[in-house]
């Protein structure tokens, strides 16, 4: 159908968009070993040495401590809240069934601002004073849909007849789920409880309305805003790439299947109308 | 001793069966134990946030304790509307750079998706996904942090024109710069929906097309844009409501009058709690009208 010349075309265009995707990724990767105090392009002397002083600042430390705190918490609650939801969705039909998933959705589909100050406002209101424990709460209610949208994608993907014949062979209920159900979805909420991290541990703007600390991000907003310890701010945005980009690689070889979008935040809505 | 735990287990085995018998014949109580907690979850914290949010937005804030005062009033909207104050420049101007750059990424993601959709092979299609998902997912903060060394006076970019023998550009802390960095960071959402709506569309189609004579442009207009429209509002929903409610883009990379309506509902979200409350109402609204819309342009069907 498409001409030759069309075909090259699009060939191009998709290599310049790819390329636009990734430049800034790796020019921020360079800059990490940039041995220079002031970011100027190109990069003349490399060094490590950055890595060893963001490593040994206190500052960073508490900070990368406290985003991998709320990202644990957040992903327990997530796949909790999250798994449950997905089963009961998966097995039975009932009222309000197809807005639980829109519900679930609303925190990713909104702007962040209006979550962040949706939470902000009803805790003031509840005069709930900002800690740990508020992030946790607002990285959860947008990490739920990540974790459920794997688990029911994972759910239509099994057969019920697995169930009935465990449980026509005699296990009762807990034993079809430890030996049949669970090893079923151990990979799905594996990749969902990854995903629900790496989005935790990069939120920023629900973070800034509900932050009782600062975490990984906050620090990097606030040195970037006065434009201070930069050399440090480029190891940081290095490593929380890495960071970022080896869970979502690692789910999305576990959510298996090969078809991309089962990680996609976008694809997040694309499960739901299905 | 052995006997003691055998049995033990053994009630313990009973009871378990007990509870996955009772569960068995009333599955009622099973749906209710696994959907409960999830649904009150959410609607204690996050609806019942949505609900204190609106309700503050009808309140007003002590301008001496910067305590919220429950009384009801109109108070924030009519700031909000009032002509002399800034507020509905600011809105207009969050409105009007969401639908420029809900334009670009339409038409940088549109020849990428398709190639991936229809020309593609397997190998490289899932490649390409790999390619477009781990921008997608890598730090956000970190992304737009790039551009505002990529854009600077001694960054890459004028590096780059130099070498060509172009003068330097200063995009660095203006509107540019945030639509340049907008239409980046939420350009991957654009891509998959366009992708999943080009692939819906049948070879057979164009095919058909062809015989009756169309050229690739007459095929383009008249087959494959009308199917693939929804795909395109589909994508604009994500990049349209992201760049509305983004204040982090205005901060790093905006220039001194880059406001946008995040910037200020969180400015004022610590000393005016009440008017930021009225303030994120506005792009609830906005985003309202805007579904509203793409539900009519059948998005909802092909997200």
């Given at each position: 159908?498409?001409t030759r ?22 020019i ?19 060094t ?17 401590w406290?985003?991998?705190r709320?990202?644990?918490f957040a ?8 798994s449950?939801?997905a ?15 829109l ?12 979550t962040g100050?949706?939470l902000?406002?009803?805790f003031s ?7 740990m ?18 688990v029911?994608?994972?759910l239509?993907?099994t ?32 990749a ?54 080896v ?25 739901q109308?299905? | ?12 085995r ?17 749906l ?9 979850a ?5 609806a ?25 009033s109109?108070?924030?909207f ?10 509905l420049?600011?809105a207009?101007?969050?409105v ?20 991936m ?9 899932s490649?390409?996904f790999v ?9 956000y ?7 505002t ?23 660095a802390y ?6 340049i960095?907008?239409?980046?960071v ?12 080009v ?14 004579g ?39 990379v ?28 506005v ?21």
């Open positions: 159908m498409e010349g069309t075909r090259i075309a699009l060939a191009v265009c998709t290599t310049l968009v790819v390329v636009f995707l990734w430049i800034p990724l790796v921020i990767a360079l800059y990490a070993f940039n041995e220079s105090q002031i970011q100027s392009w190109p990069i003349t002397n490399w490590l040495h950055w890595f060893s002083v963001a490593w040994h600042d206190p500052q960073v430390r508490s900070a990368l406290l985003s991998i709320v990202g644990l992903t327990v609650v997530a796949l909790v809240l999250g449950m939801a089963f009961g969705v998966h097995r039975f039909r009932f009222f309000g069934r197809e807005s639980i998933s519900l679930f959705l609303l925190p990713i589909a909104l702007p962040g601002i209006i100050m949706a902000n406002s009803a209101f509840a005069g709930v004073h900002l800690t424990w508020t992030i946790i709460i607002g990285h959860a209610t947008f990490c739920v849909v990540v974790v459920y949208n794997n029911v994608a994972r239509r993907r057969s019920p007849s697995l169930l009935e014949a465990s449980m026509d062979l005699g296990a009762d209920g807990w034993q079809t789920f430890r030996f049949v159900t669970w090893p079923l979805l151990s990979t799905a909420l594996v969902g409880g990854l995903l629900a991290f790496a989005l935790s541990f990069d939120e920023v703007i629900v973070t800034t309305f509900t932050a009782g600390g600062t975490t990984l991000p906050i620090y990097i907003l606030n040195n970037l805003r006065q434009g201070q310890q930069l050399p440090i701010v480029n190891v940081i945005a290095f490593t929380v790439i890495l960071l970022t980009v869970p979502v690689w690692v789910s999305q070889r576990l959510a298996s299947g090969g078809e991309g979008p089962a990680v996609s935040r976008a694809a997040a809505v694309t499960a109308t299905e | 001793m052995a006997i003691d735990v055998q049995r033990q287990t053994g009630s313990l009973g009871a378990r069966l007990r509870i996955s018998a009772a569960f068995w014949r009333r599955p009622w109580l099973k209710l134990a696994l959907i409960v907690p999830p649904v009150a959410f609607v204690i914290v996050y019942a946030s949505l609900a204190t949010m609106l309700a503050s937005s009808f309140w007003s804030t002590d301008a001496f304790t910067a305590e919220i005062v429950h009384t009801w109109l108070d924030q009519r700031t909000i509307f009032n002509r002399d104050n800034a507020y420049g600011i207009l101007r969050t009007w750079m969401a639908s420029a750059v809900t334009v670009t990424d339409a038409i940088l993601a549109f020849p990428l998706a398709y190639f959709a229809r020309l593609a092979g397997p190998r490289l299609r490649l390409l390619l477009i998902l781990l921008p997608l997912w890598s730090s903060l970190v992304r737009i942090y790039s551009w060394t990529i854009l600077s006076k001694t960054g890459p970019l004028n590096w780059v024109l130099n070498g060509l023998g172009l003068p330097d550009t200063h995009l203006t509107d540019w710069a945030m639509w960095v907008f239409s980046y939420w350009l991957p959402f654009m891509i998959l929906p366009i992708y999943t709506a692939e819906r569309v049948p070879t057979s189609y164009l095919e058909a097309s062809a015989d009756l169309a050229r690739g442009a007459r095929t383009f207009r008249s087959v494959v844009l009308p199917l693939v429209f929804p795909g395109i509002v589909a994508g604009s929903i994500f990049t349209f409501s992201l760049t509305l409610g983004d204040y982090i883009t205005p901060l790093l905006g220039g001194p009058g880059s406001i946008l309506i995040g910037n200020v509902v969180f400015e004022n979200s610590a000393s005016n709690l009440a008017f930021a409350a009225a303030f994120a109402m792009p609830v609204g906005v985003m309202a009208v805007y579904l509203t819309i793409a539900r009519r342009l059948g998005a909802f069907e092909a997200l």
